[in-house]
T-cell receptor, first 113, second 111 residues
Framework: DADVTQTPRNRITKTGKRIMLECSQT?????MYWYRQDPGLGLRLIYY???????NKGEISDGYSVSRQAQAKFSLSLESAIPNQTALYFC????????????FGPGTRLLVL | TQLLEQSPQFLSIQEGENLTVYCNSS?????LQWYRQEPGEGPVLLVT?????EVKKLKRLTFQFGDARKDSSLHITAAQPGDTGLYLC???????????FGAGTTVTVRA
């Protein structure tokens, strides 16, 4: 089984709808991250969490919120989806050491109509 | 404006040729990582470089960290179709505890 899983893998929604993307990990890592990937822009950090009680905004947090339900679970919500939130979304985890490796999930492809 | 600039954005070469991908910044990094991403999957770490001037080799891949810790390069010798993918560099600024990613270089190796 994969160490980092994301659900759903693909989602089509309409402008104004609220949606939630979920991430689960079995690696036992404290740190979790949400990124979005757009062609030509690479990966941009939306939110990150260094432990269950810690939530931090990344460089593009507007229009998004997160919830860290447990060490293993980190959810990303779009409160009112808009078309420019159409992107590939990745969850990642890391142990928390310096020079750390980040382990990525398979991604969720989101289309907002 | 991205913290890390990668070049070129696209690279298409014939099997057996060599290629180099560059990652540049005006910022100093405590470490720099290279990831490879295949379609439908998340990025996977290839290497981490942490010392200025460091060179690491991974089979046909050679990674170099600049002396000033502001830039890095990835060189592939005798590229194979299996090297096809999106290559991403990512840097950790001192005491920031987060990674900043470059936009990526899409490499296509034709058989």
């Amino acid at each position: 089984d994969a160490d980092v899983t994301q659900t759903p893998r693909n989602r089509i929604t309409k402008t104004g709808k609220r949606i939630m993307l979920e991430c689960s990990q079995t690696k036992g890592h404290d740190r979790m991250y949400w990124y979005r990937q757009d062609p030509g822009l690479g990966l941009r950090l939306i939110y990150y969490s260094f432990d269950v009680k810690d939530i931090n905004k990344g460089e593009i947090s507007d229009g998004y919120s997160v919830s860290r339900q447990a060490q293993a679970k980190f959810s990303l919500s779009l409160e009112s989806a808009i078309p420019n939130q159409t992107a590939l979304y990745f969850c990642a985890t890391s142990e928390g050491d310096s020079q750390e490796t980040q382990y990525f999930g398979p991604g969720t492809r989101l289309l907002v109509l | 404006t991205q913290l890390l600039e990668q070049s070129p954005q696209f690279l298409s070469i014939q099997e057996g040729e060599n290629l180099t991908v560059y990652c540049n910044s005006s910022s100093v990094f405590s470490s720099l990582q290279w990831y490879r991403q295949e379609p439908g999957e998340g990025p996977v770490l290839l290497v981490t470089v942490v010392t200025g001037g460091e060179v690491k080799k991974l089979k046909r891949l050679t990674f170099q960290f600049g002396d000033a810790r502001k830039d890095s390069s990835l060189h592939i010798t005798a590229a194979q179709p299996g090297d096809t993918g999106l290559y991403l560099c990512a840097g950790e600024v001192f005491y920031d505890y987060k990674l900043s990613f470059g936009a990526g270089t899409t490499v296509t190796v034709r058989a």
